[in-house]
């Protein structure tokens, strides 16, 4: 049997926290006990956020830590290519697609349905999807991409739902509820996702999808903020053939206010604690145990 496959994957828009170092030391403690593989892959695709100091400081952070990782790293950017081709095999099926509202646009859409009752909002608290671009006669859609109008291209979650009808995943790990086990996935909370932006030709749930199955990642362990994402990966996976990872999400670190860590407090990041003194060692004890 091939060994197992773990990943650690920040994104390069901010310096690593303590949340970022419970996961990365999980992963790799893992790796190591079960004779698997551990990767490292940059999630690079938002070109208005990431910036190639935050690639060289996730680099100079994990080393200090004592992680290793085999390379190349993968780097999202440059696979753009696979993700295409994902959203070509979705284009096919008829799943997706364009809508050309502005942020703006939809923000007003928003408080228009708002003002008139409660709008649904996804796992993450944001309002789903309000607009009509589904739809959009073909003509009109032709019309607007021929003259060059920006869009997204959505997924149309109901037909996607009707060729993926029972969906589940095997959580190791815990969700927000205590959910464990196996767990069935809800990717209708989403509403229309978002596959690939305006300004970039991808999205975090697909070329997540995409990577995990070309990296041929066995084992996910991740942050249970990500928990219900599960729900879209899975349908994703479904939809593009892919064969299904196991799921780990493990507790988020707080602050001493009981919030979830951000990237841009400084009294948390690693390079922050370290600059003041703290050892390797004593980074794992402010996480705590698994
Ligand atoms: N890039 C994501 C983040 O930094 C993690 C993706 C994942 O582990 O699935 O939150």
Known sequence: MSPPVFRFAP????????????SVLL???????????????????????????????IYEDLAWLGISWETPVWRQSEHLDAYREALEQLTAQGLLYPSFESR?????????????GPWPRDPDGAPLYPGAARSL????????????APYALRLDMAAARARAKHLTWTEQGEGPAGEHGTVTAWPEAWGDVILA????????HLSVVVDD???????????????????????????????????????????????????STKATALRELRAGGA????????VGPP
């Open 197 to 204: 932006r305006k300004e970039t030709p991808t999205s975090y």
């Open 279 to 286: 050892t390797p060692a004593d980074i794992r004890r402010l």
């Open 27 to 57: 992963n790799f403690d893992r790796a190591r006990e079960a004779g698997g593989r551990f990767l490292l892959r940059i999630e690079d695709i938002d070109p208005t956020r990431c910036r190639p100091e935050f690639e060289m400081a």
């Open 213 to 263: 199955a070309l990296q041929g990642v066995t084992d996910v362990i991740r942050g249970q903020d990500l928990f219900w994402s599960t729900s879209v990966h899975r349908l994703l996976q479904e939809l593009l053939c892919i064969p299904p990872s196991t799921y780990r999400h493990h507790r988020l670190i707080r602050d001493s206010a009981g919030q979830k860590l951000s990237k």
């Open 137 to 148: 006669p073909a003509s009109e859609r032709r019309r607007l991409i021929e003259a060059g």
């Open 104 to 116: 703006a646009e939809i923000a007003r859409l928003i408080a228009e349905r708002e003002a008139a």
């Open 11 to 22: 994104s390069p828009n901010g310096y690593l926290h303590l949340g970022h170092a419970f």
